[in-house]
């Protein structure tokens, strides 16, 4: 398949930014017990840190749906296309309960298994397979209608009361599905689905419709980026400011104008919330406007991390779990003080951490160090085609 060189740039800046998000979550103590996004308690940095780190998933998700359609116009044999899809969806769940999922918690009994972007891209990539069949006159409006129109479809409408096996089903279904949720197998396993299924998939639908565009001449895409990204961060504009439909948390003045801003700003990621997802998908549309025909000395930066997004994801989660420990046994605690278990990893139960700016410094040396091995991997890759597996990586 022929890279565009927007796409891995809008991708690689989308995995700088994630990197921010994981260092503060393993490193900062006060992140650990409060929200950034809690206004309560918050501060304008800690969370515009946060805030920052929305635009990540969703543009990880629209561009899977991107690759998978220029995977497909791409194809001589659609049929093994298809089925390559379906492979790589169930590799990526595999991988979210296995690799990824250790690399989170550090716990060999995987007593915490977190179903979260990795395999809801999986599970979207599994059901694409299936679904582009259909053709983009059908697969548009149901993008829509599933962004547009989940909200509708909220937990306590969907779900099962008693404690029933059936009525336990039905919950796990509606929370695969529509809403995060939490669920005991045993006394020592926790399942924990962050990121269901349907609301991610019109993300990814939508990315799949708009694979069309990158067949159109760079200078006419730039312009149809341009509209569109405005386009969609005018409507949350306008929707917000009404604070009817949109997202389940409405916007109110608060204590002074940063704190209004802030609440205008502060929208639902679990699940994704249709303003969530129109002002997230808006900056990347901007962003891959700004982007097209940009060769630079950071523009090439940024490609060699877009190039290698599975592997800069596992690497980057395993770095900064072990930074963790290092910085946990430099403040005087031993192995031994190391707690593992559900939403524990590995953190003692204190523990000073980093100041917000050690976590920005953390973050900077751990996106650095991953150049070199990014930039490693995919000359590896380019230069061994024969190795089928890497193609899943």
């Not at 901007?286 to 097209?292: F, G, I, N, R, S």
């Amino acid at each position: 398949m022929r890279r565009i060189p927007s796409i891995d740039i809008a991708r690689g800046l989308a995995m700088i930014i994630m990197a921010l998000d994981h260092t503060r979550d393993y490193l900062h103590l006060w992140s650990r017990t409060h929200s950034p996004l809690d206004l309560a308690v918050t501060t304008p940095i800690f969370f515009f840190t946060r805030w920052l780190t929305h635009f990540c998933a969703p543009s990880f998700v629209f561009l899977s749906g991107v690759s998978a359609a220029l995977f497909l116009k791409g194809s001589q044999d659609p049929r093994a296309a298809r089925r390559w899809l379906l492979r790589r969806g169930l590799i990526l769940i595999g991988v979210e309960f296995t690799l990824v999922n250790f690399a989170l918690s550090f716990d060999p009994q995987f007593r915490l298994l977190l179903f979260e972007v990795i395999a809801t891209i999986g599970a979207g990539l599994i059901l694409l397979s299936q679904l582009s069949r259909l053709s983009l006159k059908i697969l548009l409006p149901l993008a829509l209608l599933i962004v547009f129109g989940h909200d509708l479809l909220t937990p306590d409408r969907m779900a099962a009361e008693g404690g029933s096996a059936m009525a336990a089903v039905v919950r796990f279904i509606s929370s695969l599905c529509l809403s995060p949720g939490g669920f005991q197998l045993n006394p020592q396993r926790l399942v924990v689905i962050a990121y269901p299924i349907l609301p991610w998939l019109g993300i990814m639908l939508t990315g799949f419709a708009a694979g069309r565009l990158f067949e159109k001449p760079v200078r006419e895409r730039k312009r149809l980026f341009l509209w569109l990204g405005a386009s969609a961060l005018g409507l949350f504009v306008v929707l917000r400011a009404v604070n009817v439909y949109g997202d389940p948390v409405k916007w109110s003045v608060q204590k002074d104008t940063v704190f209004t801003l802030l609440s205008f700003l502060n929208v639902n990621k679990y699940p994704p919330s249709l303003l969530f997802s129109l002002v997230t998908l808006a900056g990347l549309l901007l962003l891959l406007a700004a982007a097209e025909q940009r060769d630079n000395r950071i523009t090439r930066v940024l490609i060699v991390y877009g190039r290698a997004p599975l592997f800069y994801f596992i690497v980057h989660l395993y770095l900064i779990h072990l930074i963790m420990f290092i910085v946990v046994f430099a403040q005087g605690y031993h192995p031994g003080d190391l707690r593992f278990g559900p939403f524990q990893f590995g953190h003692p139960p204190a523990g000073d951490g980093l100041p917000l700016w050690g976590v920005y410094a953390t973050w900077i040396a751990v996106v650095i160090t991953m150049y070199p091995l990014c930039r490693w991997y995919g000359r590896y890759k380019a230069a061994h085609p024969e190795k089928t597996w890497l193609r899943y990586f």
